[in-house]
């Protein structure tokens, strides 16, 4: 099964082949990705790098957190999975026939 770690703290120079390439050390990197802004095409400060054997990626997050990579402290940690919602609540509106407006008193 494959680990995706979270990569935190990048600077704006850093580019997916870098990021690879600081990760490759530690086993085979399947993906490496900076976060970029859509707009400016700017990046984001963090990205991800996904390895294919969990032992693996679980080295490279503890050997890299609290590291310098391209001159910044870099923060590593596996990435949380954010499918399965979580806040906002009911985002469907009111019920059909509108709210009660009965006083609560």
Same mark, same amino acid.
């Given at each position: 099964? @494959? =680990? =995706?770690? $979270?990569?935190?703290? #990048?600077?704006?120079?850093?580019?997916?082949?870098? #990021?690879?390439?600081?990760?490759?050390? *530690?086993?085979? +990197?399947?993906?490496?990705?900076?976060?970029?802004?859509?707009? /400016?095409?700017?990046?984001?400060? *963090?990205? *991800?790098?996904? $390895?294919? +054997?969990?032992?693996?990626? @679980?080295? @490279?997050?503890? @050997? #890299?957190?609290? /590291? +310098?990579?391209?001159?910044? /402290?870099?923060?590593?940690?596996?990435?949380?999975?954010?499918?399965?919602?979580?806040g906002g609540?009911?985002? %469907?509106? &009111? &019920? %059909?026939?509108? *709210?009660?407006? /009965?006083? %609560?008193?």
């Open positions: 099964m @494959a =680990k =995706k770690l $979270f990569v935190g703290g #990048l600077s704006w120079n850093t580019s997916d082949e870098s #990021l690879r390439s600081s990760f490759e050390s *530690f086993g085979r +990197v399947s993906d490496a990705h900076v976060i970029t802004d859509r707009e /400016t095409g700017r990046s984001r400060g *963090f990205g *991800f790098v996904t $390895f294919d +054997v969990d032992e693996e990626g @679980a080295a @490279a997050v503890s @050997a #890299l957190d609290g /590291t +310098v990579l391209d001159g910044r /402290t870099i923060r590593v940690n596996e990435a949380e999975d954010r499918r399965g919602g979580g609540g009911d985002r %469907r509106g &009111p &019920p %059909r026939g509108g *709210f009660d407006r /009965t006083p %609560r008193w």
